[in-house]
């Protein structure tokens, strides 16, 4: 079942957007293994980042094997404090 995922950072930027994605997706553009859909932008109070994965599974694999792990260890320029973050099985997804 699909997996999503809201990140919520408070007071985040476009530019500490951009740095924290070059620092976890890979250089090619493309989107993670077993990520399905990416979307980011301004939001009321940051900014938000909104991902779709195959499952809860590949949610996890990514999380505690690239995203944690780098954000971790700090990216130049990147966020600098955790999301909130919402996530839910997706029950219906459409698309255009």
Same mark, same amino acid.
């Given at each position: 079942?699909?997996?999503?995922?809201?990140?919520? !950072?408070?007071?985040?930027?476009?530019?500490?957007?951009?740095?924290?994605?070059? @620092? $976890? %997706?890979? +250089?090619?553009? &493309?989107?993670?293994?077993?990520?399905? !859909?990416?979307?980011?932008?301004?939001?009321?109070?940051?900014?938000?980042?909104? @991902? $779709? %994965?195959? +499952?809860?599974? &590949?949610?996890?694999?990514?999380?505690?094997?690239?995203?944690?792990?780098?954000?971790?260890?700090?990216?130049?320029?990147?966020?600098?404090?955790?999301?909130?973050?919402?996530?839910?099985?997706?029950?219906?997804?459409?698309?255009?």
């Amino acid at each position: 079942m699909a997996y999503g995922v809201v990140h919520q !950072f408070a007071g985040g930027t476009r530019e500490q957007y951009e740095a924290s994605l070059a @620092a $976890v %997706h890979p +250089s090619d553009g &493309s989107l993670p293994d077993g990520q399905s !859909f990416h979307a980011a932008g301004p939001s009321a109070d940051g900014w938000t980042i909104i @991902a $779709v %994965h195959d +499952s809860k599974e &590949s949610w996890e694999r990514f999380r505690d094997g690239v995203l944690m792990p780098t954000m971790t260890q700090g990216i130049e320029g990147g966020f600098t404090a955790p999301p909130q973050e919402t996530t839910f099985e997706i029950y219906n997804q459409a698309s255009s």
